[in-house]
């Protein structure tokens, strides 16, 4: 994307998409938040004292757990960014309103509280929660299986207040810490993400997947892929049609040609 583009991208208000944080989401997230504590409660009521539960099995299903979680961000952050509108019934206001607000106002994370922090988190995270407790205990397999969703939806409920520190100016000092080694998400490695036009480094648990991810130009080639099947253009309500026409042949060029690249419309199908 050219400097001059790059200055005349186009994005929403930041107060009137704050104004879209309404009483019913807030309930609604109070919920989900409850019952994620709830299921979570429950999953390690289940696997205390099980046979086959294990300190190594517990220390790998945590960490491939964090690693999941890390890919599971940036798949729902980069959908939150990139398609659909705040204009969309429910979607539209309790989820996709949020990633867009805070591309305009990046520190309005900082003055969240914990529920309009992590209320959304906890939301998506149910029906794995649910499954993670249901799942019969029966075999080491299982358990792993259990314990392993159980971690990753517990990474998952934590990366928006992850995400949080890494645009807090004075985050605590153990916080800082975590950040420096790269435990948790840093703010020097987020900001990347933040460098317009938005469209990389999605994974904001701790980071780690975003170079991998860059490198075989996963969200790029996704996006491709969903203009080429429903016409739909990336980003488009957020920063405009020239803006998002731009990125895409931008990326097109970028990559390798050949018979499997999708092409990219010189012209948008349907708007976003």
Known sequence: MTTELKNQVRQQDAKELARGYSPAIRAMEITSILAFTGLEAGLVWRLWGNPHVGPWLVLGAVILGYLAADFVSGVVHWMGDTWGSTRMPVLGAAFIRP??????????????????????????????????????????AWVFLSTFLGAM????????????????????????FLQRVHLILPPDHHRVHHT????????????????????IGFFSGMERLITRVTGQLPRQDDIGTEAALEILHTQERSEPSGDDAPAAPSTPVRAA
């Open 99 to 140: 990633f867009r607000e805070h591309h305009v106002d990046e520190k309005a994370i900082t003055r969240h509280d914990f529920v309009e922090t992590n209320g959304n988190n906890c939301l998506v995270s149910l029906p794995v929660a649910l499954l993670a407790l249901l799942v019969p205990h029966s075999s080491t």
């Open 153 to 176: 939806i517990f990474w998952v409920m934590a990366t928006n207040q992850f995400h949080k520190w890494s645009h807090t100016d004075k985050p605590p000092a153990l916080i800082g």
């Open 196 to 215: 317009s036009p938005y469209d990389k480094y999605y994974c904001i648990t701790v980071g780690w997947m975003n170079k991998p991810l860059a490198l």
